[in-house]
């Protein structure tokens, strides 16, 4: 078991362990190095530029991250990351020295151009697809969330919302089960309580909401919270106001175990690079896939296509293709872009050489 001196001075304020926060034995063994260097470790609730919060055995400690401890790997500490921190002395303020490594990552798309800022979540365990049954149902953009969901390493489920707002929400639900395959999909309404004890059963460890807004999230969240701590589009109605008051902590603990990670950035996340999930998010078109005659087989116009094939006998939708092929394709657009931009990175301390050689040459009394 893990202990550490600086435990025994919790404030009394502060009942939450590192292990409500999912510090577990195998993260505690592989922590034992740093331990006996003076380290503890901590889980990131909020990142900023270059600082953050972090909750440690002994309190939520505000950290700056040391530039060496992301310099090479380019692992900038985000919310739900595992931390090596030094704690605080009667000189420094404690620092974040080290990124544990992460199990799993929720990765943007639209990448800015600082490579760093992509990871938006880390060591997620559920993602949570939330989709409102109060409007007709959109299968292609439930199938682009999954494959985001499952490119990050963690689970899936997905959960149709305001059930009570929908004529026959077990037919909508039979649908979202054949775009689903591998994944449970919940029928839920925050106004009736329906469906809420399947989904507090069915997510656990650090659970994600994921959905276009005004899907429920956020009210979703106050439920499976037990309080009020998210804002919702309600208040935000009621009182006109914006939300710019999200709760300072991005890890709220949830009350039967496990915690829930809200951040901005995760609200209107795209594709980026999900080859693998598109892969599970299509599985039965992955499997007829096997047995096409071309190995690389587009499943276009080829001959021999099996997925072809499968559509032609109805045991497949062209929708479902269709949507295949469309998130394929942005991927690859996705993709590209990420290496377009990792070139431009790469090219450009090549640049500044040449640049110098070229003064260098052109000698220190040239103007240019
Ligand atoms: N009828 C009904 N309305 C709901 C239900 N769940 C949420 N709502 C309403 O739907 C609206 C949007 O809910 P939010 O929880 O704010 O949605 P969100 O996904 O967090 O939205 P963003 O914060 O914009 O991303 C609010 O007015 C909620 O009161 C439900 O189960 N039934
Ligand atoms: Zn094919």
Excluded at 65 to 89: F, K, N, Q, Y
Excluded at 114 to 121: E, G, I, M, N, P
Excluded at 167 to 196: H, N, R, W
Aim: charged residues 25%; aromatic residues 2%.
């Amino acid at each position: 078991m893990f202990h550490n001196p600086a435990s025994e001075h919790v404030s009394p304020e502060n009942t939450t362990t590192l292990t409500d926060f999912g510090w577990d034995d195998e993260r505690d063994r592989s922590f034992t190095d740093h331990r006996a260097s003076g380290l503890i470790p901590g889980r990131i609730v909020r990142a900023e530029r270059g600082r953050c919060q972090v909750v440690t055995e002994s309190g939520t400690v505000r950290a700056v991250v040391d530039p060496r401890s992301c310099a090479e790997d380019r692992l900038t500490p985000c919310t739900g990351d595992w931390v090596a921190v030094r704690p605080a002395t009667a000189t420094d303020s404690a620092a974040v020295v080290e990124v544990l490594e992460r199990r799993t990552a929720v990765v943007r798309s639209s990448a800015s151009r600082s490579s760093d800022s992509q990871v938006l979540a880390a060591n997620v365990d559920t993602v949570a697809v939330v989709v409102s049954l109060a409007d007709p149902v959109r299968h292609g953009r439930i199938e682009r969330m999954l494959a985001l969901a499952w490119e990050s390493g963690a689970v899936p489920v997905v959960v149709l919302t305001k059930a009570d707002r929908c004529a026959d929400p077990g037919s909508a639900a039979a649908e979202v089960v054949a775009v689903a395959p591998g994944a449970q999909v919940l029928v839920t309404s925050a106004a009736t309580g329906d469906g809420l004890d399947d989904l507090v059963a069915a997510v656990s460890g650090t659970v994600v909401l994921l959905g276009p807004s005004g899907a429920g999230k956020s009210t979703l969240g106050n439920r499976l919270l037990g309080e009020d701590l998210l804002e919702t589009g309600a208040v935000r109605a009621s009182d006109g106001k914006g939300r710019h008051t999200t709760v300072w902590r991005e890890l709220l603990p949830l009350p039967h175990g496990g915690v829930l990670l809200d951040t901005p950035g995760l609200r209107g996340v795209g594709l980026h690079d999900v080859e693998e999930g598109l892969g599970q998010t299509f599985a039965e078109i992955t499997d007829l896939a096997e047995e096409c005659r071309f190995a690389d087989c587009a499943h276009v116009a080829e001959p021999g296509c099996a997925v072809l094939a499968a559509v032609e006998e109805g045991r497949l939708t062209s929708r479902r293709l269709d949507s295949y092929h469309r998130l394929q394709r942005e991927n690859a657009h996705a993709a590209a872009r990420t290496d377009a931009r990792l070139r431009a990175e790469l090219e450009r301390p090549r640049k500044q050489v040449s640049r110098l050689i070229r003064s260098m040459k052109q000698g220190p009394n040239f103007k240019g």
